[in-house]
């Protein structure tokens, strides 16, 4: 039993040991803490929105830029569909 217990410990350890190892999340400036609801991107390009905003990074996401400024006030971007250099973004305001 104690045999058992010990190769579990080590699994689980082991486990989560190398899951952390492996993180591929990395915070990035440029969004201005804004929080953001929906995510789009081809290769380099990624587009994400939020609160009256939508952003677009051409480099995997390390630099962001606003490309949206005339969305309407209060609006939320939910949905986004992008093919090259378009970008269509769906909204709650209506």
Same mark, same amino acid.
């Given at each position: 039993?104690?045999?058992?217990? #010990?190769?579990? @410990? &080590?699994?689980?350890?082991?486990?989560?040991?190398?899951?952390?190892?492996? !993180? /591929?999340? @990395? /915070?990035? +400036?440029?969004?201005?803490?804004?929080?953001?609801?929906?995510?789009?991107?081809?290769? +380099?390009? &990624?587009?994400?929105?939020?609160?009256?905003?939508?952003? #677009?990074? *051409?480099?995997?996401?390390? *630099?962001?830029?606003?490309?949206? *400024?005339? &969305? +309407?006030?209060?609006?939320? @971007?939910?949905?986004?569909?992008?093919? %090259?250099? *378009?970008?269509? !973004?769906?909204? %709650?305001?209506?």
């Amino acid at each position: 039993m104690m045999l058992f217990l #010990r190769f579990h @410990v &080590l699994v689980i350890s082991f486990t989560f040991l190398v899951g952390s190892a492996y !993180a /591929q999340w @990395v /915070q990035t +400036p440029g969004t201005s803490g804004k929080d953001l609801f929906a995510l789009s991107g081809d290769g +380099p390009n &990624l587009f994400a929105g939020g609160l009256d905003s939508l952003y #677009r990074s *051409t480099n995997y996401g390390m *630099t962001w830029h606003s490309v949206a *400024t005339d &969305l +309407p006030s209060s609006s939320v @971007v939910i949905s986004l569909l992008n093919s %090259d250099e *378009t970008v269509i !973004a769906g909204t %709650d305001f209506w």
